[in-house]
């Protein structure tokens, strides 16, 4: 079952798809069985998750690496692999988050965008204590402030995307007015892009 509303989903694509470019290599870190990116012809997305099942769903992947980043923030792949690389709806589980935002400022190519995206839905058993302590502009800045530590990013963004209809066909559409927030915060890796 999907985790947002389709609007919020529709959102996250249309925000990545201000970044992504037919022909780039992807990170989709935190994967699942789908991903929340636009459809772009030559994407060559690889999924790193934790569920291996899960992975093998997903239509997006081009290839898919099971690894737990809470066990290990090292990611598997080698220096400057990616051009871009998006997390959607999973920071809020990082128990190293500055730990995998250095990882990603060294797997992505310089001047490559990394995207983070996510709401106010999640499940409470699995987030870090602190993020429920949070208001979600609060959740904002502490991603923000993820990249700010990891020391290899610049041109950090935030942008938040509420108060949209939420469709007639959600589960909640009988409970909730609004369709799911959006919270994004994205920065670019340090240096000059090849």
């Known amino acids: 079952m999907p985790h947002l509303d389709t609007t919020a989903s529709e959102q996250i694509r249309e925000l990545y798809g ?11 870190l935190m994967s699942s069985w789908a991903s929340h990116l636009p459809d772009i012809e030559g994407l060559a997305v690889t999924g790193l ?19 737990d980043l809470n066990q290990d923030p090292r990611l598997p792949f080698p220096d400057n692999r990616f051009d871009a690389a998006v997390c959607s709806v999973s920071a ?7 730990e995998v935002m250095r990882e990603l ?3 992505l190519k310089p001047g490559s965008p990394a995207m983070i995206t996510f709401s106010d839905r999640w499940f409470p058993t699995r987030a870090i204590a602190l993020w429920s302590d949070l208001h979600p502009y609060e959740r904002m800045a502490l ?3 993820y990249f700010r530590q990891a020391e290899n990013f610049t041109g950090l963004v935030t942008e938040t995307v509420r108060g949209l209809p939420r469709p007639a066909a959600d589960k909640y559409a009988g409970q909730l007015a609004r369709s799911d927030p959006v919270f994004a915060v994205w920065g670019y890796v340090a240096g000059q892009s090849d």
């Open 105 to 107: 400022g060294r797997v």
């Open 49 to 67: 998750g934790m569920n291996a099942g899960e992975l093998a769903q997903n239509p997006q992947l081009a290839h898919c690496c099971v690894h």
């Open 18 to 28: 201000c970044a992504l470019q037919p022909g780039m290599q992807v990170l989709d």
């Open 143 to 145: 991603v923000l402030e």
């Open 92 to 98: 809020e589980y990082l128990t190293q988050p500055v």
